[in-house]
């Protein structure tokens, strides 16, 4: 293994592992605040929102100062610091304003590390799926980890946490190589022509509606299956566990993403992704109790580990090559972002209205519009490069 490519993965895992500490158990804890399911929807809608903002803003200033690392850094810092007020505000208005802060800077930092692995060199880039898979063993063991000391030392423990992980991962940062520096050519810029030409390609649009539906299935099960374990009488121990098992099932397959990528189409791939999830979100709709719960979420294996390395790898396919970086972040906050305020606010109202089985079996309906959407988008990229 290469020095850069341990680099990679020795990031990839200390953020991620640090994500996991406030945003695996945002819900848990809004919920322990007694919000009911439709004003956690809103809450994290609101956080998604500004998110989406976030990739628009970060991604654009990335593109046209031509690197990566340096608005990563200050994300991490301001990301930080706002947690850290966050949890020690107990003004509802201020609380809002730190969401809005801290949403904008959490998507903003997930999507670039992703932009800064695909415009790093060749061997970083095709090792995605085995960086990535790093990610999700730091956000699996932080996840068990932080749900246990929850359980024993209260909520304060996050921000603990978060400030000392962020050190940690600043510290790892420093050595680093930008991946745009010595790519793009500065004086030539990001126009707007240049975003209008990637907002009206044809095939980019068609993949971002198949993920938008994909990842609102992903929005709604990540954010109420806790509240289903709760339901059921769970602790955070359990809601840690649930998380611990998705994170750690994607692994192998991530690790097995570059042969996956040689033996099998991206495009057939999208298709069977998008089958699982139909099924995954029919299963956990008729789940009835803890431990059916958390053994479905093993289930990442089939679907979010396949659907977040395949999105990456399309949408890089099909963007031009000076706005690389935006058309990562725009997707991201499209079909990452939107989809979590269409998905989140939606099943939250449809949860307390109808029923989690009821809502959980819409999401699976959406699913199976993208199985047909997948469908489509695999016979007509056929087409193109035959």
Known sequence: MSKVLFQFKRTYFLFYFTMAIFWAFIVPYLKSLGMNNTYIGIIASLMILSGVVGQFVTGYICDVKGTIKKIFIIS??????SIIFFFQSQNSTYMMVFIVIIGFFQSSAMGLTDSWVLESDSEIKENFGGIRALGSAGWGISAILVGSLIDRMGWDIIYVLYGIMTILLLGALYNMKDAKGDKVNLTEGVTFKDIKELLINKSYVHLLVILFLLFSGLHAAGTFSPIIIQNYGGAKFH??????????????MLFYAKRLKVKYKL???LVFAALAMAIRMVLVAYSNSIAAVVSLGAMQFITFSIIVFISKYLIDEVSPPKT?????????AIYHGLSGIFSTSLSG???DNIGMKGMLLFQAGLSFVAIILSLRYHYNRWKILR
């Open 349 to 351: 109202w449809l949860s």
């Open 239 to 252: 809601v840690g566990l649930y998380l611990f098992v998705a994170a750690t099932s994607e692994i192998p």
């Open 324 to 332: 690389k970086t935006m058309a990562q972040m725009v997707g991201m």
């Open 267 to 269: 495009t057939a791939l």
């Open 76 to 81: 991490m810092i301001i990301l930080s610091i």
